[in-house]
């Protein structure tokens, strides 16, 4: 099978959408540019496990043009955008294996599908498919691996817990330590996709409601200063008492989910952690409470209680499912508790994946060329790589900085002058 999805007449639409998004990834596009010429990658195949949204497929534009060989397939069963995966498809012949709303069997089907062109290089979100691999073969002898990128921070926690069971079978670059990644893409696109996702699919005022944040981490931060912004009162659950912290300072109302779950209107988790919202707190919640889920995978909501324990569901549109309690409450669920901003919208705005794809590109590159030298081990992204994304995303935008005179440096790497 070259390539498995929903419907191949969608490849113009997906095209134009594609195009959309490379007009707005300046960045990534400069990286193109620098390397069709030359081809780095030729010869090296590589299969990726990330989302199929028009940003993926300028990523996958890019690597193909430096010569690369691709396979691919979604790393969630509601994220793939249909038209994007044509496109890809019949456009770009990559060996897609992705569609919107497929079984966990067909999931995983499809992850084993792209693993068939035996990738010299894994690009990763969530870890599912350098898991996958791992799971198959206890060596590396069917591959012939240099390395693996992951995009987020699940994946990251999962792949450094099997680093360090001293499992992990090739070197790993921890695409999502890139300050250029996760203070940006994760604060600012989930921010403002998340929200957009609740809008899109529900149509609510914002204005004036208790949306409750559970993380305040880089994807809770995000979203509770977009809510706050649209006019929200936030309130923040958190386990970390420094980041709880950070939250009250920010100016928001910080308590205990158990606390929090009869007075919010709206609840969006974003923890990477399971049963945030357990089923004990949606009996505590209101009439007509609306659940997201922001984080990686769908386990941070009660979902499989809601379903077991509801008298009927109904869904509302294609996104949101309404579950009638014994007590004929009425709660909400948008996109099944995967995350709302995939799943009810398009993703992260192209602007932001600008960078993390760029951070994918070099990773990939890096790997290409020392991976096979390096231990098994999770890397972060070097300083300098950070600062040249940085720089050139700033040069896109027709931002100046400043450069520090040699007088200054010898200042600030000095301990001498005082006054
Ligand atoms: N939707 C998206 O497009 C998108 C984008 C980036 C990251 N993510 C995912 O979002 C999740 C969070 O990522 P992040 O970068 O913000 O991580 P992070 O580590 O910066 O933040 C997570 C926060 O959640 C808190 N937390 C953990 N368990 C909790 C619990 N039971 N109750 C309350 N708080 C809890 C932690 O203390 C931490 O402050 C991950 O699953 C990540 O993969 C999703």
Redesign the pocket.
Known sequence: MKYRVKDVTLANAGKQRIDWAESHMPVLYALKKKYEISKPLKGFKLTGCLHVTKETGVLIRTLKAAGAELSWCGCNPLSTQDDVAASLANDEEIAIFASRGVSTKEYYEDIHSSMKILPNVTIDD?ADLTVEIHNESSSNDKYDLFGGTEE????VIRLRALEKSGKLMYPVIAV?DAETK?DF??VY??GQ??LDGIIRSTNVMVAGKNVVV???????KGISRRAAGLGANVIV????PI?ALKAKLDGYAVTS?DDASSRGDIFIT????KD?INYKHILNMQDGTILAN????NVEIAVSELEKNSINKQPINEHVMLYKSQQNKKIYLIGEGR????AAAE??PSEVMDMSFANQFLAVLKLSKEGKSWKPNVYTVDKSQDQEIAMAKLTSMNVKIDVLTPEQQKYLSGFSEGT
């Open positions: 969530g987020t921070t699940t994946g999502n996760h893409d994760n696109g989930t996709s998340a559970a993380g305040y981490g880089h994807v809770g659950t958190e386990i970390d980041a989910m974003t923890t990477g952690c945030v922001a984080g990686h995978f995350l709302v901003n995939l993703g992260h």
